[in-house]
């Protein structure tokens, strides 16, 4: 082939085979081919699925013969995080609690993805139950950042980025609870959208916190994470907190330029704890924008100091409550050593979940302990309300915040593992717009003294999707980021 | 028992007639199928599955806290209750804590000719469990999933019933009320009604609570009142020897007729309830709560009233005919052929239910439709056929399925009315009868009772018994008068 169609954005691809430049089954082909190369290196994916991804892209092709109208992604390949279900396919949410489980129905996020003729290459690696900031807590194994083997991805949904990264795929889905999507897309220097809550539906992704999770789209580029958003969102029946999104497609407004945008930078997230060097990364930002004529203010978050204390009471209580299905009883792990039901539960459990799950189940079930509801859940719940507010208050004049998205470039493996608390403290630019539900981007903005990717988060007001893909889509024509490829030899 | 004054106070579940699961498509008319049959990825709990209210329980559940009197919450919520046991899925039940659906409300019942009223504290949904089958010496058990997820509306009265009687006529009332909405099938030994009782005592006369045991697993009205009744003496032998009641989740066993321990207050769950984050709260508008008040159908109290104010029924009868809102539908389309409320009302309860009860028939099942009663009081009523003989004919409406006049027809059964068909019988009775004759004539007017009754059999019942009188009265002369 005298095209390598792995170098190609997701736009791209989709033109060319409704072109029939070249065939659905050609792209999907040469994806495989670099996974089996290169997955070796990275882990970023617990499961290609090959077969699955031959055939469905030999039905693009069958369309694209008959002359059928297809949507701009027909044909395009796509990495799916291992919390998604795809029928058929093990879904095991990097748990071995999980293990030969394989889901009967389908996701409503791969239904959509699969009517517009997308290909799912494969299921993608994470940290258990989509819990941690650096693929390291998988019963898979870890994940390799591109950019440097013996440093992480980020996560949870590291496995996505850094497929994404590697060009192992245009396109992945994500899921962000707390910046699941956005701390890896910055780490491994690509493009990754927690959308506002409510605007792709959950139906079919594996619990972590009901009221903060979303999926998300990564890709190379924003034009691509456009594309791949307009595919999955809109309400639907099977999940009641999706809502109707406003009508017409994002990706056509995001060539439409910024002038008139206000930008507010937190101050609460320019202080302590980021990084110098992601600090001067994110004011350069700051200083092309004023060069373009943007009106740039500090802003306050009041109450952000306590998110990541909000974050972990209100996301932890959930999670203890959702991930209690995994009881060995109906599917997945059971353990050989029941005597009763209570040893059932237990042993199943205790040798189902790894350490950072059971802190997180722990935790949560002393929050919703009685006796202790009304000082944690209770009172989070509030800090939360008043997050929501400061937000609100900050976007009645400026339409975009941004900040960095992770204080940090990607750290070395092992190196925060041991230590939850260090761990919680990669997430704290990214945790707010979860817990006030805002929309927010993740855009590559420039590279570490190491060479490790930096990237720049946009938050914008709740289903202004286009406004902060419009300026991600400006940020990356002007910011001048060198078109470094990872090198994988 | 004067001693004591029991408190008692019920919690119900009722399973809601809705065609499908409370939060999934799945239909709830798994009674008697396949284990495991009638269940989906969503009330199978399976990894990523979001539930979504069934508009259709939410409806039914308004109508249910309005029938009682109850106050709909304009805004009400889901809440997760969390305990682990393999009929539950998810771990969790979907339920409303903090914000039921229904909040207060009131049920009367009639307890020697005085009305108490009943108040109820809260109605709530919430999602039904599964199944456990302990497999005999099997060593394991078995998990069928097809209850899962049905509607339930739980109805929790205050701490206002006084004793085991009371707390029958409530469940009698509420279950007459759930049946006239259509809101529930109300089976009790088939579980679409469930009970639980509280119970405790307090020193006659105190108006301190005492601790109280709650019971459960009773299976019927009888049961309840049994289990209560037991209960209420257990507790008095305690306090009459010193000892104190244990706050306690007790098990009623129907055969031992006994209640035993479960759990104490200290193995209590902690349920850790939270709102459920996948369910928005529940918005019900107050012009949608004025449509259902507009849209409830006569209930038994007003109907109980009806048949009292405009066919002149006693409260006694009236109550019988309207517990039931099947046989009270009975009663009035018969009516609408024979308007003789009285001897309908006699002829319903003491043939029809008689026989019905003899073979376990529900009313909707009787083989003798409402027209062909109204059309059997209609024969009696005309002096086609005597009372006596219209119970014969009954028994042939009922075995046969067909309607009276056609048995009254082939069996030959009409009334003779003809008098000069009457007047030779009436000749030889009074023959075969001269010391009778003798007795009337002499001032015992009475015995013309016998002489009818003498004509009768002669008859085969089917002489007009009021002719015959006349007839006998013009042959004795005035003798007796």
Known sequence: MSLDVTNLTATEIGRRVREREVSAEEVTQAYLNRIEALDGKLNAFIRPTPELAISLAREVDEKVGKGESLGPLAGVPVAIKDNISVPGVETSAGSRSLRGYRPIYESTVWERMRQQGLICLGKTNLDEFAMGSSTEHSAFGPTSNPWDLDRVPGGSSGGSAAAVAARLTPLALGSDTGGSVRQPASLCGVVGLKPTYGSVSRFGLIAFASSLDQIGPLARNVTDSALLFDAIRGRDQRDSTTVDYPAGPTAEKVETGIEGLRVGVPAELMGEGIHPETRDAIRRVVDRLSALGIQVGEVHLPHLEHSIATYYIVACAEASSNLARYDGIRYGHRTEAAEDLESLYTRTRGEGFAPEVKRRIILGTYVLSSGYYDAYYLKAQKLRTLMRRDFQEVHREYDVLLSPVSPTTAFRKGEKSEDPLEMYLADLCTLSANLAGVPALSVPCGFSAEGLPIGVQLMGRPFEEATILRMGRVLEQELDVPDRMPDLG | MTRYQPVIGLETHVQLSTRSKLFCGCSTDYSGQEPNSFVCAVCLGLPGVLPVLNAEALKISVRTVLAVNGTVSEDSRFDRKQYFYPDLPKAYQISQFEHPIGLGGHIDVELDGAVRRIEITRLHMEEDAGKLVHVEDGGHSLVDYNRCSVPLLEIVTEPDI?????????????????????????????????????????????????????????????????????????????????????????????????????????????????????????????????????????????????????????????????????????????????????????????????????????????????????????????GKISGKIAKEVFAGMYQTRRPPAEIVREKGLEQISDESALEAVVASVLEAHPEQIESYRGGKTKVIGFLVGQVMKETRGQANPGLVNQLLKKKLGSGGA
């Open chain 2, 162 to 382: 006084r004793s085991p009687e009371e707390a029958r006529l409530y469940l009698q009332k509420l279950k007459s009320i759930l049946e006239y909405l259509g809101a529930s099938d109300c089976n009790m030994e088939e579980g679409s009604l469930r009970c639980d009782a509280n119970v405790s005592l307090m020193p006659a006369g105190s108006s301190l609570y005492g601790s109280k045991a709650e019971i459960k697993n009773m299976n019927s009205f009888k049961a309840v009142s049994r289990a209560i009744q037991y209960e209420i003496e257990r507790q008095a032998e305690l306090l009459d020897r010193g000892e104190k009641v244990v706050q306690e989740t007790r098990l009623w066993d129907d055969s031992s007729g006994r209640t035993s321990s479960m759990r104490s207050k200290e193995d209590a769950h902690d349920y850790r309830y939270f709102p459920e984050p996948d369910l928005p709260p529940v918005r019900v508008e107050a012009r949608e709560i004025e449509q259902a008040w507009q849209d409830l159908p006569e209930l038994p109290d007003a109907r109980r009233q009806r048949l009292i104010n405009d066919h002149g029924l006693s409260g006694y009868d009236a109550g019988v005919l309207t517990a039931q809102k099947a046989i009270a539908d009975y009663f009035e389309a018969a009516l609408q052929v024979q308007p003789n409320s009285k001897s309908l009302s006699n002829w319903i309860q003491s043939e029809l239910l008689g026989y019905l009860n003899r073979d376990g028939l529900d009313i909707e099942d009787s083989p003798v439709s409402p027209g062909s009663l109204g059309e059997l009081i209609q024969l009696i009523d005309s």
